[in-house]
């Protein structure tokens, strides 16, 4: 390819829209260009790299055994029906109709299109373990599409789906897309980590996320290399607290605290450190509004808080006439003396005392508060995301925290899907067994964006070499002056693209090369 024939377009200047350095450096390079809102043009040199990540995904799959085959992006209703998932999965599915005023939407994923094929075309237990794949335009109407192509609207994924006889099976085929995503991120030359996670509205029981470490990542990831322990935030867990609570050496007063709403303008006013502060935060219940309760210096989990009977899912603050009708005070003033509905306390609050908590009036706090005297000791629950330090659930190590992008999520669904669709085969002898099923995500798209994020310095992005729209470039100096360099530069130029040719003819044939 020639400089002159290849159209590029590049920016000088750093685009405002653009937040994260990797959607920053893509626009600049001319990789890609937006349409409208999370809908982006991979231009031609983004085009290459996206092919490239494309490429070594395929490679591995096809070489862990599974079948790829392409399914519609559109969807009808009636699928999505019978699994529920039309009402459940809310305004993130773009819906629409076509002339006959029938209902479709634009796949977000396609448990619902496999699982009808599965019931449609499997019989027997000898046509199994089967594991589908495509690589396939999705579209999920993000509440904040931003990052550029990393949470965009429209997106590419490798979505795989496996189907086996029993659990055993199924696990089995877990294991190995474990292992294929594996050899996929180290051949793209990522750093990577791969967690526990939360199943969300795909459903089924265990799931892990891969990561690429970057500080621009939206999730944390905590982890402890002493004990190999690896969690999504959202997921990892705390345990009660050991310790003994101290005794109360204060008295309980109410005292003016004018304005201080939240727990730093309280820690100003009073000179208090956080974690001697319990915050009270209101939430919507299944029946009536729910109170959580944690040390001021930690951070709700809203996966964990949801999880809650009789909490809301998914979570939502009450909003501020529900709040003065259960506290009967202004936001920012609740406190768990005297309220009147349920309180969940956080383990880590159970060996507080002496503390500072909200007095539902305005503008008053109590301090001095202390359980068993002016609280009952509490039951305490998980509800807070873990900090640096905490220990680890197992208890052999403490706990790090990462930031990461997520770039594939695998999951053993079990019989979900395949119970809501009747998805079932015969087994040896001659009984009717539900199928088992594991799905398997990777963001082809958001590859590309994350990779940037981990190899960029302040000259620009620094692809990891299997990433590379081009491997070679060559520079020829004044060639308008010489005819040597002009002849040198046109021979190299025709050998390397000989060589790029056979290469990829190679790989072409065996389908297994890794160049
Ligand atoms: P997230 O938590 O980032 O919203 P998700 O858990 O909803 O993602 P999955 O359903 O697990 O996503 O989809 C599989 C993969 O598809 C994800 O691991 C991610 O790499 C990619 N992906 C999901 N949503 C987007 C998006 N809006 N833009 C680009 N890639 C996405
Ligand atoms: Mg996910």
């Avoid at 600049?28 to 991979?42: K, N, P, Q, V």
């Avoid at 029981?205 to 470490?213: A, I, K």
């Avoid at 109590?366 to 002016?374: A, I, K, L, P």
């Avoid at 995301?385 to 706990?399: A, F, M, Q």
Wanted: hydrophobic share 40%; charged share 25%; proline share 5%.
């Amino acid at each position: 390819m020639r400089y002159s024939e290849f159209g590029l377009t590049t920016l000088k200047e750093v685009p405002a829209e653009a937040e994260i350095v990797s959607h920053q450096l893509m626009l600049r390079a001319g990789l890609i260009r937006r349409l409208a809102s999370g809908l982006f043009t991979w231009m031609p040199l983004g085009l290459r790299v996206l092919r490239k990540v494309e490429n070594i995904v395929r490679e591995e799959m096809n070489r862990a055994g599974a079948l790829e085959l392409l399914m519609p992006a559109v969807q009808p209703a009636e699928l999505w029906q019978e699994s529920g998932r039309w009402e459940e999965y809310g305004p993130l599915l773009l819906r629409m109709f076509d002339r006959s005023e029938r209902e479709y939407c634009f796949g977000p994923t396609h448990e619902e299109v496999i699982t009808d094929i599965a019931r449609r075309e499997l019989r027997s237990y000898k046509q199994l373990p089967l594991n589908f794949y495509q690589i396939q335009t999705k579209f999920r109407d993000e509440i904040r599409p931003r990052f550029g192509i990393m949470r965009s609207r429209e997106f590419i994924m490798k979505d795989a789906y496996s189907f086996d006889l029993d659990k055993d099976g199924m696990r089995a085929a877990y294991d190995k897309m474990h292992a294929a995503y594996s050899a996929i991120f180290e051949r793209l030359g990522l750093t990577f980590r791969v967690v526990d996670a939360d199943s969300g509205e795909i459903g089924g029981s265990r799931s892990q996320e891969f990561h690429v470490l970057a500080d621009s990542g939206e999730d944390a990831i905590a982890y402890c290399d002493e004990d190999d322990y690896a969690s999504n935030i959202e997921m990892a867990a705390t345990e009660p607290a050991g310790g003994e609570r101290p005794a109360a050496s204060q008295d309980l007063e109410k005292i003016a605290t004018p304005g201080a709403k939240s727990i730093t303008a309280l820690g100003e006013m009073l000179g208090i450190a956080p974690h001697q502060m319990l915050k009270t935060l209101i939430v919507e219940g299944d029946e009536q509004p729910v109170a959580l309760a944690l040390r001021g210096d930690h951070e709700l989990n809203t996966v964990k808080a949801q999880k809650i009977p009789g909490v809301a899912s998914p979570l939502t603050m009450a909003d501020p006439a529900a709040i003065r009708t259960v506290t009967g005070c202004e936001p920012g003033f609740a406190g768990p003396i005297g309220l009147d509905i349920p309180v969940y306390y956080d383990h880590a609050t159970a060996d507080m005392a002496d503390f500072v908590c909200g007095a539902n009036e305005i503008d008053r706090h109590y301090t001095g508060t202390n359980f068993e005297r002016d609280l009952a000791v509490p039951e305490t629950v998980d509800l807070r995301n873990v900090v640096e330090g905490d220990p680890t659930p197992g208890g052999k190590g403490t706990l790090c925290i990462a930031r990461g992008i997520e770039v594939g999520h695998i999951f053993q669904l079990g019989a979900k899907y395949s119970t809501a669709f009747g998805a079932s085969v015969l087994d040896k002898d001659g009984k009717d067994r539900t199928l088992e099923m594991g799905c398997y995500g990777i963001g082809i798209t958001r590859i590309v964006g994350a990779a940037i994020e981990q190899n960029h310095d302040d000259s620009g992005i620094i692809w990891p070499e299997p990433l590379t729209p081009f491997n070679v470039v060559l520079v020829p100096i004044n060639m308008h002056r010489s005819d040597a360099v002009r002849e040198a530069a046109e021979a190299l130029y025709q050998e390397l693209e000989k060589r790029g040719n056979m290469l990829k003819s190679q790989r072409g044939e065996s389908g297994k090369g890794r160049a």
